[in-house]
């Protein structure tokens, strides 16, 4: 009876030590699949100098496998006043009057490993305002007689910031590779353009499977002036009328300049 | 290579605005114009902000001006009474034209008068001065045509009060005839953002009957001052001059006004009016053109025109 209680009990051993052993080995496949989702931006400061024109911007991280991934770059929402032009007589393109975007940040940026459209339901779009569709709802433009008319101007609006570009939407430019550990990376190296102006910028990178946001990770980005242009960009801010006076001083002293120098070298007429 | 402009936060080759620069001072020293008409709009192309180009183009107009007045100044073709009397109308008339202006945006429709008083006063002086140039060079035609004009306009001006001798530039006029022209042209500038050389330079040609050597010397003296006053005004309310820009574009254009000044006394005075009249002229066509073809961008920037 003891024997057979012995035997009993080194069997549930056995399976409890089988279990926890199965279990370990499941856990060590499947880090990959729980990957935690990492963002970092390299160059996540970058100093405008006189010689500056623009940079680049590198995101990486770790990202589970199963997933696509959307990254958004953005600044700090807003209100922005344009000009909208319009036609007078039916025939002339005039400015007729303007038009003020709220809730709009002067930069856009989304990157995705395919289209958004494709791989985000219309509500998860809208809810984390990923991709131009999102933001046209997102934003609100006065003064405007309906949703067509908004719509119209939006697109107007996407227009202009692509031109000065500062807004954009582009899949399929994020790789992948195995990292030291065997997990899966991510990376995309972005052009950050010269427009872009001085501040914090966000960007957010989206894990997104079944059509849903499943996990999200953020880092930072700052753009700030130094030097020289710093401090001119602020005298001409906090002490305009020594900057007034400053420039109407230099470009005196560069017209006689220049004259001295062609009365010396033109010689008598 | 590039510059990065601190105020109008944009990098720039600063190949263009040297270039752009030395360009427009050429046209500055041989005609007496500051050249916003041309300027401004060139560097809103190039990605320059509206309000920023507008402000930092009177700056390096300081600078081109300050070099044509002097060389003009140094061969003796710079009135400098009849620059003062006008300047004082120009200053009465740039504080109408502010008042006006206000009365434009508050009725909603201040952008299609700017627009239209920009191609009217644009076209009517360039074919003018154009028509006017050719005749003159047909000699013998002219003489007649002149003399006949001067009479009728001569009769009217000379019954006017305190008439004064202007000996720069050889005329006698009633000391209102300078300051209300002045005025004339300070309103139209002020409503349309421009330093107002191009309607100056023929207003002192035909209505005044100045020669036109002391013309573009006289025209330049009096844009020095006013692009002061402008340069400080925008800098002070707007902050919205570029020290940077203005310098990269005076470096072009002090040197530039120096060669304009320069050929400008191997050209005829008639060589000189019918150049200046295809300018107008191509700026007019160009505005016809920006208001008749479809915009590719149909939003802008808030300042600009």
């Known amino acids: 009876m003891k024997h057979q209680f012995k035997i009993q009990n080194a069997k549930c051993k056995v399976v409890l030590l089988l279990t926890f052993a199965l279990f370990t080995l499941q856990f060590a496949l499947c880090t990959d699949a729980f990957a935690m989702l990492t963002a970092k931006a390299n160059h996540d400061h970058i100093t405008i100098d006189f010689f500056y024109h623009g940079s680049t911007v590198s995101v990486r991280g770790i990202s589970d496998p199963g997933t696509d991934l959307v990254i958004k770059i953005t600044s700090p929402e807003g209100h922005q006043l344009l000009k909208k032009k319009g036609k007078v007589g039916g025939m002339l393109w005039m400015n007729v009057g303007q038009l003020k975007f709220e809730n709009t940040p002067n930069f856009y940026e989304v990157f995705s490993t395919k289209r958004v459209e494709d791989i985000l339901s219309t509500e998860e779009m809208d809810r984390n305002v990923i991709g ?47 990292n030291a550990e065997g997990k899966q990376e991510y990376y995309i190296l972005t052009e950050w353009p010269y427009q872009a102006q001085p501040g914090d910028y966000l960007v957010t990178v989206y894990a997104v499977k079944d059509h849903k946001v499943v996990e999200q990770a953020t880092s930072a980005v700052n753009v700030a002036q130094v030097g020289m242009v710093k401090s001119l960009a602020g005298m001409a801010k906090d002490m305009p009328a020594m900057y007034g006076f400053l420039s109407i001083g230099v470009a005196l002293s560069a017209g006689f300049g220049v004259s001295m120098v062609f009365r010396k070298g033109g010689g008598s007429h | ?152 306009v001569g009769r009217f001006l000379k019954a006017l009060p305190l008439q004064t001798r202007f000996e720069k530039s050889g005329i006698t006029h009633s000391v209102f005839v300078p300051i209300v022209l002045g005025a004339f042209v300070g309103i139209l500038a002020a409503i349309m953002g421009v330093g107002g050389g191009f309607l100056m330079v023929p207003i002192m040609v035909y209505m005044l009957r100045m020669p036109m050597h002391v013309v573009v010397g006289t025209s330049l003296f009096q844009i020095l001052f006013t692009c002061i006053e402008v340069t400080f005004l925008q800098a002070y309310s707007n902050h919205s001059v570029d020290f940077i820009l203005a310098v990269l574009l005076l470096l072009g254009s002090t040197v530039g006004a120096q060669i304009g000044a320069f050929f400008g006394k191997k050209l005829k005075a008639e060589q000189l009016k019918i150049l200046l009249a295809s300018i107008v002229l191509a700026v007019t066509v160009k505005i016809v053109f920006e208001i008749t073809l479809t915009p590719s961008l149909l939003l802008s920037q808030v300042g600009g025109h």
């Open chain 2, 1 to 152: 290579m590039y510059l990065y402009l601190p105020v109008a936060l944009t990098s720039i080759n600063i190949l263009i605005p040297v270039g752009l620069g030395l360009a427009v001072g050429l046209l500055s020293g041989l005609f007496g114009v500051g050249g916003g008409f041309l300027l401004t709009p060139l560097l809103i192309m190039f990605g320059i902000p509206s309000t920023v180009a507008a402000a930092t183009d009177s700056n390096q107009i300081v600078a081109a001006s300050t070099s044509g007045t002097y060389a003009h100044w140094k061969v003796g073709n710079v009135d400098f009474k009849m620059g003062l009397y006008l300047l004082g109308g120009g200053f009465i008339g740039g504080i109408l034209g502010v008042q006006a202006i206000k009365l434009l945006h508050a009725m909603g429709n201040a952008d299609f008068v700017i627009k239209i008083t920009y191609i009217l006063m644009l076209g009517i002086v360039g074919v003018y001065m154009f028509i006017e140039s050719l005749q003159s060079m047909k000699k013998n035609n002219v003489e007649e045509a002149k003399e006949e004009k001067e009479s009728a």
């Open chain 1, 132 to 178: 131009f569709p999102a933001l046209a709802k997102h934003v609100e433009i006065t003064p405007v007689a309906n949703e067509e008319e908004k719509a119209r101007w939006f697109d107007e609006f996407v227009k202009f910031k692509e031109d000065s570009k500062v807004y954009t939407s582009q899949s399929g430019n994020i790789t992948f590779s195995k």
